[in-house]
């Protein structure tokens, strides 16, 4: 049994205490935009946010997550596709496939929190997600537009409120 | 006949499942993409819904709903290549209806089957998708924009030639009347069919929406975790599966010890799908893939497991010199030309088998009852879907149905082979009516592929006492994909497919060259290892071969690159025209930043021809960086130029991909790359600025997903040979600890 806060919902799901949080949250919560590439957080398909931070879900078993944890999936991150991510995502078009955009998002959202500014250096080094499509070169443009368009953001409203990572 | 299409219009809209909704009800479902272009993303789910409402159909291609919405109909598979959309580009720019009010959808394989092949074929491999389907589905669009102004002239009672459309709204100007598609879409579909002779396409120096680099109509769902893989397909009562076949390819299974996995959780239980694989089936994929691993299998892993690399390698060089050979082209006397000439040049270059690693792994969910049979699958050809369903099943065609879902990769190996269908098919056999859906870990899927076949090639050449190339002699020596999935095409050896690229005629897949005295040969030498198409398939090892050689021999005459290949190339025009353009965008001949060097190659296939120029560096320790690379690509027609580009992007890292890392080896008679961490894949800081040249002539139609990875590899290579003036002729990098 474990209590799992995802997407600001709490869950309570009976599953093995060594059942990786992806299939937890495949399988039993449900929710499938989350992809399995791997298994062995090689490929990060699977990346959700845990308190913010970008992590790779098939790695995790369930039982190290705690009920205060707060766990993003592509599936909570914004409402309507509204972050400036995924809005570059859409303005660029960058999916392919689109099987591992759920992880390029989450981890290109997590990245700007971090660095709301990214260098093309900041980008090598945090979006290390595979695509086998091959769409790194939008990524890269579109993880710029995305921090333009906080930027942008950020100075339309009043500083206080524009946080990175928003997301509105 | 009209009334048994409308009868099967209904059906098929109750039918549509909306790629937004996150299960799957029961029943027939064929998979809509109802995503009107020009909404933004918000409102996209919403859109979804509310177009699974059903609307008059007035030709296999086209549904209009009343409110101008227009549903253009997709045979081909979507599996990240942009074919939708651009097909849908194809029929709309006929139909003249509003772009913003598109959406597309898949017929389902039994309903192509119920209705004769009304949509043509379905396979999406060879790139075919549109340039082999884009006359009939121009002509379905025509046609359908004919019956709706002869529906909106019948109402008005005028000659429909006085009538014009555009973007959906009908005008008749004398009498200042308009009306819109989705007013006369009921009354179309109920008249006949246009004669064939008296439809007229566009000139597509006339296009408005074909030719433009409009938005693709599948990225909304792609941002948010909506999209509904086939591996995340629901359906109630669902039960899961988790695969092992025999490590070594031929083994098969003794026996596995039920016993053991009882009483772990999600009830699982072990069955036998075919004779070299096992499968556990519980209530959850992980419960059933823990159970599998637990599971004891005794296997008897057969002759193959004498088998290594190293005896691979040894079978094919023995290929490089045998005689008995197949001479696919012979013109004039290449070995006496060579023999006698003032200069060789000799090579012998290999490359291995590779895997196609697809990043959604082999999956299938089948439902099968004595009445129907039924798969949701990720498939490039929904007729081989169908055909392997009901041979699993034992059911008739009639009986059978496969749901179509966009592919989380394909590359080739969702194509012919339905392996994984079969599989599951067999699975769920053993649970009629128990919806199972079968999953493959990335271990099955690596080690369990159709490769791309291994070979080799010897390569030689001879100048004259003025660099000219007098004689060129190319062997490859290597596995046949025809001889695994289609012998009658490798009868006897003979297989041109194996030597794509090199071909005489034109067309296809020619070589660029003209040669005086010319022979190329392939000697087949096969493996007990699984081969198959892989995006591109042996246009990018025998470009390897030839584009490093053809290197290598103006090296040797002095020339540079680009020079030595225009003379040529003079015959050749059209493969020409994509190198010089190349050249031209890269500033090939222009100086560089110091330590940088430049490499170029060109290759045509699939219809298309293609040029790259690689810029490298080469660092002190050996460490290679690719800085930018320019790719060009003539493929008769630009249907989107930014979905082209996509995909000559996507071509530069899946070429890399190979290029650096890519390597199956044999050990025991198993493959020892099981994971990416073995099987590494390109990431994004490695991936090269890339711009991409589009040159279409507007004289054929060509292939796009495919054409332009071939040439990555021998420009990076001809590159580092630039950069180092060693040569490179074995692939994958990193065992030269170059990466």
């Known amino acids: 049994m474990a209590t799992l806060n995802i997407n600001g919902k709490v869950h309570e799901v009976a599953v093995e205490a060594d059942t990786p949080l992806l299939w937890v949250i495949r399988e039993q919560v449900g929710l499938t935009g989350t992809k399995y590439g791997c298994g062995v957080a090689q490929c990060g398909a699977c990346s959700v946010h845990i308190n913010g931070e970008v992590q790779r879900s098939c790695s995790i078993p369930v039982s190290a997550v705690s009920a205060t944890d707060r766990i993003v999936t592509i599936e909570g991150l914004s409402a309507s596709a509204s972050d400036p991510v995924q809005q570059a995502w859409a303005a660029l078009d960058v999916p392919q496939c689109g099987y591992c955009q759920s992880g390029q998002i989450m981890a290109a959202a997590a990245l700007l929190r971090k660095k709301p500014n990214p260098t093309d250096a900041d980008i090598d080094e945090s979006m290390t997600n595979i695509c086998r499509c091959g769409t790194y070169q939008r990524i890269r ?28 | 006949m009209k009334s048994t299409n409308k009868a099967n219009t209904a059906n098929l809209s109750r039918r549509r499942f909306i790629v937004g909704s996150a299960t799957v009800a029961g029943g027939g479902l064929a998979l809509g993409l109802p995503l009107p272009f020009g909404i933004d993303v918000a409102a996209s789910s919403a859109a979804a819904a509310s177009l699974a409402a059903s609307g008059p159909e007035v030709n296999a291609w086209v549904v209009v709903m009343p409110d101008d919405r ?26 003249e209806c509003d772009w913003a009010k598109v959406s597309a959808e898949f017929p389902t394989p039994g309903e192509s089957v119920a209705r004769k092949r009304v949509w043509g074929e379905m396979g999406t491999g060879g790139s075919r998708g549109i340039r082999t389907s884009q006359d009939y589905v121009r002509k379905g669009g025509a046609a359908a924009r004919m019956m709706l102004l002869q529906a909106a002239a019948d109402e008005w009672k005028v000659p429909v030639a006085e009538l014009t459309v555009s973007n959906g709204v009908i005008t008749h100007a004398a009498s200042k009347r308009t009306t819109s598609y989705g007013k006369v879409a009921a009354a179309a579909a109920k008249l006949p069919a246009p004669d064939p002779a008296t439809i007229k396409l566009k000139d597509p120096k006339d296009w408005k929406i074909a030719g433009k680099p409009m938005k693709r109509l599948d990225t909304a769902v792609k941002l948010d975790g909506q999209l509904v893989y086939a591996i995340d397909v629901k359906v109630p009562g669902m039960r899961c599966a988790a695969v092992k076949s025999c490590p070594v390819f031929g083994g098969k299974v003794v026996s596995f010890d039920q ?202 050449a001879g100048l004259d006492e003025n660099g000219k190339l007098v004689g060129l002699h190319v062997r490859v020596s290597g596995q046949s994909i025809n001889a695994f999935l ?25 070589l660029g060259y003209t040669v005086p005295n010319l022979l190329i040969e392939y000697a087949m030498r096969n493996t007990h290892v699984p081969v198959g198409p892989w995006r591109g398939v042996n246009t990018n090892q025998n470009a390897v071969y030839m584009e490093c050689f053809i290197d290598e021999v103006a090296r040797a005459a002095g020339a540079d690159p680009v020079e030595f290949r225009r003379a040529l190339m003079q015959n050749h025009p059209k493969h020409l025209g994509v190198l010089n353009a190349v050249a031209a965008k890269a500033g090939w001949g222009k100086p560089l930043p110091a330590g940088v060097h430049r490499g170029v190659a060109q290759f ?55 290029t650096f890392y890519g390597e199956c080896t044999v050990d025991k008679g198993r493959i020892a790359e099981t994971n990416f961490h073995t099987y590494e894949i390109l990431r994004l800081a490695a991936m090269p600025k890339v711009e991409t040249v589009i040159v279409p002539t507007l004289d054929f139609w060509g292939g796009v997903g495919e054409p332009t990875i071939c040439v990555v590899a021998p420009a990076v290579l001809n590159a580092i040979t630039a950069a180092t003036g060693k040569p490179v002729r074995s692939l994958p990098l990193k065992n030269l600890q170059m990466v």
């Not at chain 2, 289609?486 to 020619?510: S, T």
Request: proline residues 4%.
């Open chain 2, 486 to 510: 289609n012998q009658a095409a490798a009868k006897d050896g003979r297989d041109d497919r194996q030597l794509q690229g090199y071909y005489a005629a034109v067309g296809d897949a020619q």
């Open chain 1, 141 to 168: 443009a579109a993880v710029h537009m995305a921090a333009g368009m906080k930027v942008a953001a950020a100075g339309a409203t009043t500083p206080k409120t524009a946080t990175p990572g928003g997301g509105s």
């Open chain 2, 259 to 460: 016993s053991k996995i009882a009483g772990r959780p999600g009830s699982p239980r072990a069955v036998e799908v075919d004779e070299s694989t096992v499968a556990v089936v519980a209530d959850t994929w992980w419960r059933a893939k823990t159970a599998l691993d637990a599971l004891p299998i005794v296997w008897d892993e057969g002759p193959g497991a004498a088998q290594s690399s190293a005896t691979v390698a040894a079978h094919l060089k023995e290929g490089l010199t045998a005689p008995g050979a197949y001479a696919m082209r012979q013109e004039g006397d290449a070995l006496k030309a060579i023999a006698g000439a003032a200069k060789k040049v000799e090579a012998v270059y290999s490359t291995p088998f590779l895997a196609h690693a697809t990043m959604e792994p082999m999956n299938c969910t089948a439902r099968i009852t004595p009445e129907r049979a039924e798969v949701w699958v990720a498939t490039q050809n929904g007729e081989a879907s169908l055909a392997a369903l009901s041979e699993a099943s034992g059911l008739p065609l009639e009986k059978c149905e496969v749901y179509k879902h966009l592919l989380g990769g394909g590359f080739g190996r969702r194509g012919g082979a339905q392996d994984y269908v079969r599989q599951s098919v067999a699975i769920a056999k053993q649970f009629p009516g128990v919806p199972i859906k079968m999953i493959w870990s990335r271990e099955e899927d690596m080690t369990h592929d159709f490769y791309r076949p291994i070979s080799q090639c010897r390569a030689a």
């Open chain 2, 70 to 95: 227009c549903v253009i109909r997709i045979a081909r598979s979507e599996m990240g290549q942009g074919t939708m959309t651009g097909l849908a580009q194809l029929v709309v720019e006929e139909l």
């Open chain 2, 604 to 658: 045509m296939g699939y219809g298309s021809y293609s040029a790259a120029v690689a810029e490298v560096s080469v660092s002190d320790k050996g460490k290679l960086t690719v800085h930018r690379m320019v790719l060009g690509v003539n493929c008769g027609h630009a249907v989107n130029p930014d979905q082209i580009a996509a995909q000559v992007e996507g071509s530069v890292a899946y070429g890399l991909s190979a």
